[in-house]
């Protein structure tokens, strides 16, 4: 009895001692680059594969959507600075990486939250009261039964006069179409955006969408990738376009289409064909200094090696510009279900100084950014970059000592996730940050990982 008691005690000491390291670690960082950094801890999360949380900011209002400990559905709200309030709806989660859950506020300040859905009937949940997640309550039609039966990837998102819409699957991986609904706020009801389905793959292919994104030209901008089975090397033909309001859609040179949209009237950015090396998830639209529309996205090259790729109007056809020169990389990608670390990740385009257009990527665990001139697309130079400010890491890991001293023997990433809405009063950018296993092709794990921390970190310069 008083061994274990000894080893318990040394247990909790050499704990202590790796929480403060972390902690003089995470205090030095931030004093280096000189930002100020405040982290909470939100919740114990479930760890045992890669799942996403969903942080939200709207004002001073907070919301985070996640899988607690136990895999069930949780919603924590606070006002910044004070104190979180909790509540758990009736859904839970199974190993499907997929099943991640998001959320939006609507004009009134009731909640919606939506998730743990792939090819699933339909959940979501709506606040009665307005901002008391405690009032939240599962509905069990929106718009269409019968259209809420195969439902998957659901987003939020608003239109210019402010109100919310909701888009997702219907269907499966090869064989879905795209649903847009609108909410009312006076009658608290949804219903359909459009008398037809908006993309509709025909029983042959289905869509992965990036957007709509509300660009600086006014239009909201929709890039996405076909895939015609469930197959991940299927993926083919990026595709484009355009709305001023999400009702009537047009294509890059302002000519109108009709809905649905399908394979043989939507505009090809670049016919890349299947098994070349694009996938959903991996196309990415930013705009340059001339508010024109710039996609980043990787496919094979004429060796069959992987390559990053930019894209713009140019004239009357998309002008496609391979913007790396790797020799000898591959990535072979295929097969069904999650796939879990991609050996690429890749980002958005975003303005430089300088008339230069700037291009995030992660292969494998190296992370550059392709520095480009902003006229020809070419390629100045490429420089080491970190996807999210480093002193977040430090907050993670004095958070989860019990799971990095595990690490030796259950496999662990380290994830980070920018929050949606606005940024606070203060003028911080929101993180959320946390562990877990690898994603497993959604199955279960023969090892079980101990719950992980999950921190919000708000970060500002301090200068």
């Known amino acids: ?25 995470f205090a030095s960082q931030s004093r280096q680059q000189d930002r100020t950094v405040t982290s909470i801890a939100v919740d114990r999360v479930w760890s045992g594969h890669r799942i996403k949380p969903y942080l939200l900011t709207r004002g001073k209002q907070q919301f985070v ?3 607690d400990a136990n895999r069930q559905m949780t919603v924590a709200h606070r006002q910044l600075g004070g104190k979180w309030r909790y509540y758990k709806v009736d859904s839970w989660l199974g190993w499907d990486s997929h099943n991640y859950v998001t959320m939006e506020l609507d004009s009134e300040g009731y909640l919606h939250v939506m998730g743990n859905m792939h090819a699933d009937p339909l959940e979501y949940f709506r606040m009665s009261e307005p901002l008391n997640i405690r009032s939240l309550k599962r509905v069990s039609v929106m718009a269409e039964k019968s259209l809420e039966k195969r439902m998957t990837y ?16 219907d269907g499966g991986s090869g064989n879905g179409s795209e649903v847009y609904n609108i909410y009312n706020v006076q009658s608290k009801s949804w219903s359909r955006l459009y008398a037809n389905t908006f993309l509709d793959g025909e029983g042959k292919m289905s869509g992965y969408f990036e957007g709509p994104t509300l660009g600086p030209d006014g239009f909201f901008h929709l890039i996405w990738v076909w895939r015609n089975t469930p197959n991940a090397a299927t993926n083919h033909s990026l595709s484009y376009a355009k709305s001023e309001d999400l009702i009537n859609w047009q294509n890059s040179n302002g000519e109108g289409i009709s809905l649905p949209i399908t394979a043989k009237n939507a505009e090809v950015v670049d016919p890349v064909p299947p098994f070349g ?3 959903n998830g991996n196309v990415k639209i930013g705009f340059d200094q001339k508010k024109r529309p710039i996609i980043s996205y990787h496919k094979y090259d004429e ?7 930019v ?10 510009v391979k913007i790396s020169d790797w020799k000898g990389f591959r990535w072979e990608f295929g097969g069904h279900g999650s796939l879990g670390r991609f050996k690429v990740r890749l980002y958005a385009p ?20 392709f520095i ?8 100045i130079k490429v420089e080491e970059a970190d996807i999210y400010p480093p002193i977040i890491n430090a907050a993670t890991e004095a958070a989860n000592p019990h799971l990095l001293q595990d690490n030796g023997l259950i496999k662990l990433e380290k994830h980070v996730a920018e929050g949606k809405g606005d940024s606070s009063a203060f003028d911080k950018k929101f993180y959320l940050s946390w562990l877990t296993q690898p994603g497993n092709r959604d199955s279960a794990h023969g090892n079980i990982s101990q719950p992980s921390v999950l921190i919000l970190s708000g970060i500002n310069d301090s200068n």
């Open 1 to 25: 009895m008083h061994s274990k008691r000894n080893l318990k005690t040394r247990y909790m000491f050499l704990c202590c001692l790796v929480f403060l390291s972390a902690l003089i670690s």
């Open 65 to 67: 959507a996640y899988y």
């Open 154 to 169: 659901p987003v939020f998102l608003r239109n210019k006069q402010d109100q919310l819409i909701v888009k997702y699957r």
């Open 277 to 279: 090396g694009m996938i």
């Open 303 to 309: 060796n069959g090696d992987t390559q990053m790729y």
């Open 311 to 320: 894209a713009r109007k140019d004239g009357a056809d998309w002008k496609a």
């Open 350 to 369: 975003e303005l430089l100084a300088d008339n230069k257009i700037g291009v995030l990527v992660r292969r494998n665990d190296d992370v550059m950014r």
């Open 372 to 379: 480009l001139d902003s006229d020809s697309l070419k390629r």
